[in-house]
T-cell receptor, first 112, second 114 residues
Framework: SQELEQSPQSLIVQEGKNLTINCTSS?????LYWYKQKYGEGLIFLMMLQKGGEEKSHEKITAKLDEKKQQSSLHITASQPSHAGIYLC????????????FGKGTSLLVTP | DTEVTQTPKHLVMGMTNKKSLKCEQH?????MYWYKQKAKKPPELMFV???????INESVPSRFSPECPNSSLLNLHLHALQPEDSALYLC?????????????FGPGTRLTVL
């Protein structure tokens, strides 16, 4: 199965600071998804990346997929308390793409 | 309507009870999923339905029984559960199965088995 490693495991940043979360795969990614989850709640879809070198942005969040399609990063600019939560990267499982295999998540806390 | 709804939000049940979780979407998606998420762990796939047919059962014990009555509705019937089955149960849907189909998740049902 495809293993996804996320780093760091947890992150505490001061409001206004930038931060980066990484997601690394042991195999080439067919598709890479970023989700955000508040504790005990459902997952909110952020972005999907498909092509090597692809970069997408939404508001203050930017996600990139490297050329080899084995590593993705999520960058938050000028963090706010509303960015707090757990960030999960997910990848299509194999060619059939039936479901998502998730990394263990990165817990983000933004302090005033 | 661009959301996945799940009911109930919370459920507490005994090991001899029978209960059901319900998931609904009206986005015209033809693929629906059940995931189980334990505390501080990522979601783990349980079942996949594609065009109302069960496509994948990830070796889930028979005390969990999924049902897809129509393209908008997905149920998870629970019977004789164990305390270790306590978790957040997430439902998701996508346009179809296959690569590069983002999944939309519901808010989850928090299940506690006593």
């Amino acid at each position: 199965s495809q293993e996804l490693e996320q780093s760091p495991q947890s992150l505490i940043v001061q409001e206004g600071k930038n931060l980066t979360i990484n997601c690394t795969s042991s195999k080439t990614l067919y598709g890479l998804y970023w989700y955000k989850q508040k504790y005990g709640e459902g997952l909110i879809f952020l972005m999907m990346l498909q092509k090597g070198g692809e970069e997408k942005s939404h508001e203050k969040i930017t996600a990139k997929l490297d050329e080899k399609k084995q590593q993705s990063s999520l960058h938050i600019t000028a963090s706010q308390p509303s960015h707090a939560g757990i960030y999960l990267c997910g990848a299509d499982i194999g060619i059939s793409g039936y479901a998502l295999n998730f990394g263990k998540g990165t817990s983000l806390l933004v302090t005033p | 309507d661009t959301e996945v709804t799940q009911t109930p939000k919370h459920l507490v049940m005994g090991m001899t009870n029978k209960k059901s979780l319900k998931c609904e979407q009206h986005m015209g998606h033809r693929a629906m999923y059940w995931y189980k998420q334990k505390a501080k762990k990522p979601p783990e796939l349980m079942f996949v339905y594609s065009y109302e047919k069960l496509s994948i059962n990830e070796s889930v014990p028979s005390r969990f029984s999924p049902e897809c009555p129509n393209s908008s509705l997905l149920n998870l019937h629970l019977h004789a559960l164990q305390p270790e089955d306590s978790a957040l149960y997430l439902c998701a849907s996508s346009v179809r199965t296959g690569l590069n189909n983002e999944q939309f998740f519901g808010p989850g049902t928090r299940l506690t088995v006593l």
